[in-house]
């Protein structure tokens, strides 16, 4: 697996007000990786396909999606349902991140394959402590062996202060 520095995080946001927020408020969370975004479904189909031939396949095994269900031309969905079905890229762990509070749908995502769900608040100080705290996840998530290592344990410090 790689190292937490290795992974490009790939947001999939068509509204550029949410994309910025989204970003800036991973980098207030210590969050150095890149980070692709992209505007809307077709676009990160062939963006992640594209990575699918053998020269690309180390750069699969080192993304983590962010992505909106609500998304023209391709919808969340149906990205969620393309990447999941299909055998080089059902490993990517992919975090949706929308506005729908709505269980059914929440349900349909999990069945489909994401591996987190989390609603975008409304209000903007709440949706910019969530997005801090899904920053933190981020940090956690692609650990090479699963544990806090000095570095986590820091940013986890310097962000709530203990």
Do not use: W
Not at 55 to 60: D, F, N, P, S, V
Not at 122 to 136: H, M, N, P, R, W
Request: charged letters at 30%.
């Amino acid at each position: 697996m790689n190292k937490i520095n290795d992974i490009t995080i790939v947001l999939v946001e068509d509204d550029p007000g949410h994309a910025k927020l989204i970003e800036r408020n991973l980098r207030r969370a210590l969050i150095k990786n890149p980070i692709i975004t992209i505007e809307n479904g077709r676009k990160a189909l062939d963006f992640i396909f594209k990575k699918t031939d053998k020269k690309g396949k180390a750069e699969l095994d080192s993304l983590l999606i962010l992505l909106d269900l609500n998304l023209p031309e391709v919808d969340g969905y149906q990205v969620l349902k393309e990447l999941k079905s299909n055998e080089s890229t059902k490993h990517i762990p992919v975090i949706v991140l929308t506005s729908t509070e709505d269980q059914n749908e929440i349900n349909r995502c999990y069945q489909l394959g994401c591996n987190v769900f989390i609603t975008k608040p409304v209000d903007y100080s709440q949706f910019a402590d969530a997005i801090t705290k899904l920053g933190l996840f981020v940090l956690i998530v692609k650990l090479s062996n699963g544990e806090f290592d000095a570095s986590v344990k820091e940013n986890l410090s310097s962000v709530y202060g203990r």
